[in-house]
């Protein structure tokens, strides 16, 4: 895929050119921004109902796994936001099955 403003080829898997960022001037940057189909700008209506949401705070707490497991979570750093969200989603995709297991008792 070629990049609009520059021509060069972006690679996905290595994420955003920070350099090549800062790099561009205010008006290259805003000239990008105005081509790139996924932009949506916001205007006052967009955040007349916005309001600030502040994480819930995690708790503490001992778990065994299995030392492999463990192994290769910790390949990348962030980890433990990781597990987090894997158990997130499959909370998600079991919450009907909880709620009838509630109501059944």
């Known amino acids: 895929m070629k990049d609009a403003p520059t021509g060069k080829k972006f690679n996905a898997s290595k994420g955003t050119d920070w350099e090549r960022l800062r790099s561009m001037s ?15 700008p916001t205007d006052e209506a967009f955040w007349k109902d916005a309001k600030v949401v502040l994480p819930r705070r995690k708790e503490v707490v001992t778990i065994r796994l299995d030392a ?10 962030g980890y433990q936001t990781r597990i987090n969200a894997i158990l997130r989603s499959y909370m998600k995709g079991h919450v009907n099955e909880h709620d009838r297991c509630q109501a059944g008792s």
């Open 26 to 40: 205010d008006a290259e940057l805003h000239a990008a921004i105005e081509a790139d189909p996924d932009e949506h």
């Open 68 to 77: 492999d497991l463990l192994e290769w979570l910790r390949r990348k750093p």
